[in-house]
């Protein structure tokens, strides 16, 4: 039987301070379980950018048939994450508040490699422009362990 020895920790999401908890999140947010997709936003800059995790684990239902013997991640809910993390760079704007913001649409979202359950899905999503107060578009990125999970351009809608 193998000895396992631990190395000192690098630095990673998991290390850093949260920014926001769910409980917060679920202040800017409608989603609840089971299709809240983001635990906790460890890095934000107002209005502009945030980072969001997702601990990925074998409980959540999805993986009851996708894929039986081979768990993988949807990569509809990697996108809908992606596009939960981006809700809350958009619910903090001034000009939204009061507003429901809508998933709109997507743009060459690609996906690079499976996401499975024991994986950190760590996504980063930039606002990239909100257009007479109704549309707006972001850039979203998704990794496991620095490698590239996801990423595409997202569009959103806000509506009263």
Do not use: W
Request: hydrophobic share 45%; glycine share 8%; net charge neutral.
């Amino acid at each position: 039987m193998p000895i396992l020895t631990h190395a000192a920790p690098t630095p990673s999401v998991e290390t850093s301070s949260t920014i926001l908890t769910v409980e917060e999140i679920q202040k800017l947010l409608p989603h609840r379980y089971p299709f809240l997709l983001v635990d906790r936003i460890v890095e934000y800059v107002a209005g502009e950018r945030a980072v969001g995790i997702k601990n990925v684990t074998f409980n959540e239902p999805q993986f009851q048939g996708h894929f039986p013997g081979r768990a993988i991640m949807p990569g509809v809910l990697i996108v809908e994450a992606m596009a939960q993390v981006g809700g809350v760079v958009l619910m903090q704007r001034p000009e939204v508040q009061g507003k429901l913001s809508l998933f709109a649409g997507m743009d060459k979202v690609r996906f690079r490699r499976p996401v499975v359950p024991g994986d950190q899905l760590v996504m980063t999503v930039e606002l990239l422009c909100v257009k007479q107060r109704r549309f707006g578009k972001m850039q979203a990125r998704a990794e496991v362990n620095g490698q590239l999970a996801s990423e595409g351009e997202l569009m959103f809608s806000l509506v009263d």
